[in-house]
């Protein structure tokens, strides 16, 4: 018997979702001898280890308490741009006039509609992460809470599961402060916030990371008014500053009302709104809103697993302790994903999931290495931020001297033609060379547009070698064409333009 979460609202599309990530008639599987993997948590990192062990022959068991599918497919990645593709939608009709576009007066945003459709394509997204398919591809799926008996044994209920090597996947949760009063109040999380049926009329979003961000754009575009607390000094403080103002110009155009530096001191309800109390440079504010969305963070879920009792270190903010392999302290389990990762991130957790197949299926083979990746990122605000590799605070912190270029978005055509001048292409390479050590793109789409760095810096590719790679035009990609010229005239020095000179005059 297994305890079915629960998920509103119960329309046909969520009632299709937990039919497929955690059907209320699943019978568990009787365990017959010992698996070669038992992995616990059914995440990304989870599901692409069990898939992918699997695959290769191995005996796994994937254990999961509440949705296959994880943070990303129920609360995170697919429903967040849902909701931000149908504000985006949105926020196009809105500004159409400078495009020559007259929308008849009157039009409105039908949210509950919006809010619908990101239901049903997430129900129909489910369908690849289903209990049922990965039964079919051979993995023994089991509902219900797992822990650790000893180290060799996973207790599911009142089944025993015996393995060789185990795999911890249980990612992460929303982290909520310790605010006065927060706890008797009612709130959102990342977790709820998708439930919303009906638009509120005033947010207030407690948090100015990417989650915080992404979420308080898309819901001001979608209607609501929103206001934005921060406790440290800027927002996306993690970004490049540059890219970072960009975004928050960004916000403030559509109507956001941001504070950084806030320190919120208590939350009480008065009447039907909530009023967050906060002090900003010392000065005490006050802030109503209909609904309260709080991103603060991400915190591993690590309790109730046993970990104590199999000598796995871990810790409550930070999760369980790995080594580069990925193992733990315990030689016989691993771990991937949110619950021992620091980048948070779907594609980090993928990523992380291979690693863990090759370690544990195949200990006879050359160790693969978390810090051997090359792992971009993307907040998905307007315009998105992507970055990979070295910021300049990386290179700073870590002693290593940079040449930066820097080409700014409003000089791309295409860029100027579609509107979208409000970004820019950063790209730092090792000091007196052009060979790649991060960068950061600022622009419409540059989630698309990252995996040309990813990919020059995974194979080694010298920025120079982008000036000699054909763009079709005009395309907004044409940037790293830019960012590569600027590097080889940089490289031209004026000694080699005058005996290039002497070379074309002599030839008259």
Not at 125 to 154: E, T
Not at 321 to 347: E, M, W
């Amino acid at each position: 018997m297994h305890e079915v979460p629960d998920l509103q609202p119960r329309d046909v599309y969520n009632q299709t979702l937990l039919d497929n990530v955690h059907p209320a008639d699943w019978v568990n599987p009787t365990p017959e001898g010992r698996y070669n993997l038992v992995v616990i948590g059914a995440g990304t990192a989870g599901l692409i280890a069990a898939i992918g062990a699997a695959g290769l022959g191995a005996k796994v068991a994937l254990i999961e308490r509440d949705f296959l599918g994880g943070d990303c497919l129920n609360h995170g990645c697919v429903p967040s741009k849902g909701v931000i593709g149908a504000a985006r939608v949105a926020h196009t009709i809105r500004t159409s006039a400078a495009f020559g576009m007259r929308v008849p007066d009157g039009w409105e945003i039908d949210f509950g509609a919006a809010m619908e459709r990101m239901r049903r394509i997430r129900s129909e997204i489910s369908a690849h992460d289903s209990a049922r398919r990965f039964q079919d591809l051979g993995v023994d799926v089991y509902l219900g809470s797992a822990r650790f008996v000893d180290d060799s044994h996973v207790s599911v209920g009142d089944v025993s599961l015996e393995f060789t090597k185990a795999v911890i996947a249980t990612g992460a949760r929303a982290y909520v402060p310790d605010i006065p009063g927060l706890s008797e109040v009612d709130y959102f999380t990342n977790e709820t916030i998708f439930s919303l049926t009906e638009r509120p009329a005033r947010m207030a979003v407690l948090g100015g990371g990417p989650i915080g961000c992404e979420l308080a754009q898309a819901f001001q575009r979608l209607g609501s008014q929103v206001t934005l607390l921060q406790s440290a000094p800027e927002v996306l403080h993690r970004e490049d500053p540059d890219a970072a103002a960009i975004v928050r110009k960004s916000l403030l155009k559509d109507g956001v009302v941001a504070h950084a530096g806030v320190t919120v001191t208590g939350v009480a309800q008065r009447g039907d709104a909530l009023c967050l109390h906060a002090t900003i440079d010392g000065v005490t504010h006050e802030f109503e809103a209909d609904v309260l969305l709080v991103s603060t963070g991400r915190t591993p879920n690590v309790s109730d697993l046993g970990l104590e009792d199999v000598d796995v270190t871990f810790n409550t903010r930070e999760g369980v302790q790995v080594d580069d392999t990925l193992r733990t302290t315990n030689p016989r389990i691993y771990a991937c994903g949110d619950v021992c990762q620091s980048l948070k991130f779907t594609h980090a957790a993928d990523a992380a999931a291979r690693i863990v197949i090759r370690n544990t299926l195949f200990p006879f083979l050359p160790k693969s290495r978390f810090s051997q990746l090359v792992i971009p990122w993307v907040t998905y605000t307007a315009p998105e931020i992507a970055h990979v590799g070295l910021s300049e605070h990386d290179a700073q912190a870590q002693g290593i001297a940079i040449d930066t270029i820097t080409i700014p978005l409003a000089e791309n055509d295409r860029a100027q033609l579609e509107g979208d001048t409000e970004g820019l292409l950063k790209i730092h390479v090792a000091k007196g060379s052009d060979r790649i050590l991060g960068g950061t793109l600022v622009s419409a789409h540059a989630g698309e547009s990252i995996g040309a760095l990813t990919l020059a810096i995974t194979q080694k590719i010298k920025l120079g070698k982008f000036s000699g790679v054909i763009h079709p035009y005009p395309t907004q990609a044409e940037v790293f064409k830019r960012a590569g010229d600027a590097m080889m005239r940089e490289r031209f020095k004026p000694w080699i333009a005058r005996l290039f000179a002497w070379i074309i005059a002599w030839q008259r």
